[in-house]
């Protein structure tokens, strides 16, 4: 922690700002699955699930996986395809693979109990700062700081800190602040709050400052300057792909996809076949894609004409797909699986192409 920070602790009331951000917590926290009790293994899944996705879209999806893999033993031995099915239009698909070669070691190496220790714990794959401490302290009640992007706004505003909360080092600044302040008598409750807050109260743009519990504790607030907290400096635009997918089929209706790599951008997870494409290369997209399924699947296929277009928005990639439909005119080699649409819902596919299959089903193809 720098000295400008330090010094702004010293004079801080952090006893009564503790009170005062748990006593508004108990009162006012939402009714979530996750809170039902501090099993760990759940509060680790609602954590990763929660991480870069709305607790909206999280609710019905942690149901449904619990549900599925109540245990750490159940997700440990489930069929990597089923748990990522499970997943299936979470995104961020890396998240559900890490957790569960954690949960095996978790059961190989524990005896099936999440770890207490800090350095235990962080040795499991996909477990950073923030999950250790989130776990360690809402199960297993330990001060461990739990400082994610919520957590590092509220306290930017409470102790009017301008440091940029982009960049890495400034978590550690967020983390050693969190030391100082959290109650070490009901830890669970406080990091919950803080999160809380900043989801509920202290939102990014127009923040609830007159509902707010710790108002009066808000350096922020008292001068006035809520909105321009915290700093964040942009990040870069996503870079557009221009892609084209084929919705590939046989006489008697099934249809044609394959794996994507083991590793990388939505690994193990299913698809149609897709090719990027170049305006530039002076051939037509559907051309371009036909010489691509040709000499990739060795399939002979006539394609459509365009069947309609998806884009797909991810962190750092905008996938504009143009999407074609072709029937095979024979049987191309082993890197594509043929299946029937019973089978087909049993594979996990990333959003865009459950959108590219459900503009094939609306088509007026009938296959």
């Given at each position: 922690m720098v000295?400008?920070?330090?010094?702004?602790l010293k004079s801080f009331p952090i006893q009564a700002f503790q009170q005062?951000?748990?006593?508004?917590y108990l009162a006012e926290k939402r009714d979530l699955p996750w809170r039902k009790d501090q099993d760990p293994y759940k509060v680790w899944v609602s954590e990763i699930m929660l991480q870069q996705t709305r607790v909206d879209t999280v609710i019905p999806y942690f149901t449904s996986f619990i549900n599925k893999f109540p245990t750490i033993d159940a997700l440990a031995d489930a069929n990597e395809e089923e748990v990522l099915k499970?997943?299936?239009?979470?995104?961020?698909?890396?998240?559900?693979?890490?957790?569960?070669?954690?949960?095996?070691?978790?059961k190989e190496s524990y005896g099936g109990v999440v770890p207490k220790s800090p350095e235990e714990i962080s040795k499991l794959k996909g477990v950073g700062p923030y999950t250790k401490g989130a776990i360690l302290s809402i199960a297993y009640n330990i001060p461990e700081p739990a400082v994610d992007g919520n957590v590092m706004r509220v306290l930017s505003r409470i102790l009017s800190i301008w440091e940029d909360i982009a960049k890495p080092k400034t978590r550690k600044i967020f983390e050693d602040i969190t030391y100082e302040l959290i109650s070490k008598d009901d830890p669970s409750s406080f990091n919950q709050a803080l999160m809380e807050l900043g989801a509920l109260i202290c939102t990014p743009t127009s923040p609830s400052c007159l509902l707010c519990p710790v108002r009066e504790h808000c350096s922020a607030f008292e001068e006035g300057v809520q909105t321009e907290l915290p700093i964040k400096s942009k990040k870069k635009k996503p870079k557009p792909l221009q892609i084209t997918a084929a919705v590939l089929y046989d006489a008697n209706g099934n249809v044609y996809i394959h794996k994507r790599p083991s590793t990388g951008l939505l690994a193990n997870l299913w698809e149609h076949p897709n090719v990027e494409v170049n305006a530039e290369v002076g051939k037509p997209y559907r051309e371009q894609l036909s010489d691509y399924l040709q000499s990739e699947y060795h399939a002979k296929v006539e394609l459509s004409e365009l069947a309609g277009t998806v884009e797909h928005i991810f962190s750092h990639l905008i996938w504009n797909i143009s999407i074609y439909f072709g029937e095979l005119k024979n049987t191309p080699n082993q890197m594509l699986v043929s299946l029937t649409e019973e089978e087909l819902n049993k594979y996990a596919f990333p959003v865009s192409h459950q959108k590219i299959y459900q503009i094939f089903k609306g088509s007026a193809l009938n296959v």
């Amino acid at each position: 922690m720098v000295y400008e920070e330090k010094n702004k602790l010293k004079s801080f009331p952090i006893q009564a700002f503790q009170q005062d951000l748990i006593h508004w917590y108990l009162a006012e926290k939402r009714d979530l699955p996750w809170r039902k009790d501090q099993d760990p293994y759940k509060v680790w899944v609602s954590e990763i699930m929660l991480q870069q996705t709305r607790v909206d879209t999280v609710i019905p999806y942690f149901t449904s996986f619990i549900n599925k893999f109540p245990t750490i033993d159940a997700l440990a031995d489930a069929n990597e395809e089923e748990v990522l099915k499970a997943w299936e239009g979470l995104g961020y698909y890396s998240r559900v693979r890490n957790l569960q070669a954690a949960v095996k070691e978790v059961k190989e190496s524990y005896g099936g109990v999440v770890p207490k220790s800090p350095e235990e714990i962080s040795k499991l794959k996909g477990v950073g700062p923030y999950t250790k401490g989130a776990i360690l302290s809402i199960a297993y009640n330990i001060p461990e700081p739990a400082v994610d992007g919520n957590v590092m706004r509220v306290l930017s505003r409470i102790l009017s800190i301008w440091e940029d909360i982009a960049k890495p080092k400034t978590r550690k600044i967020f983390e050693d602040i969190t030391y100082e302040l959290i109650s070490k008598d009901d830890p669970s409750s406080f990091n919950q709050a803080l999160m809380e807050l900043g989801a509920l109260i202290c939102t990014p743009t127009s923040p609830s400052c007159l509902l707010c519990p710790v108002r009066e504790h808000c350096s922020a607030f008292e001068e006035g300057v809520q909105t321009e907290l915290p700093i964040k400096s942009k990040k870069k635009k996503p870079k557009p792909l221009q892609i084209t997918a084929a919705v590939l089929y046989d006489a008697n209706g099934n249809v044609y996809i394959h794996k994507r790599p083991s590793t990388g951008l939505l690994a193990n997870l299913w698809e149609h076949p897709n090719v990027e494409v170049n305006a530039e290369v002076g051939k037509p997209y559907r051309e371009q894609l036909s010489d691509y399924l040709q000499s990739e699947y060795h399939a002979k296929v006539e394609l459509s004409e365009l069947a309609g277009t998806v884009e797909h928005i991810f962190s750092h990639l905008i996938w504009n797909i143009s999407i074609y439909f072709g029937e095979l005119k024979n049987t191309p080699n082993q890197m594509l699986v043929s299946l029937t649409e019973e089978e087909l819902n049993k594979y996990a596919f990333p959003v865009s192409h459950q959108k590219i299959y459900q503009i094939f089903k609306g088509s007026a193809l009938n296959v």
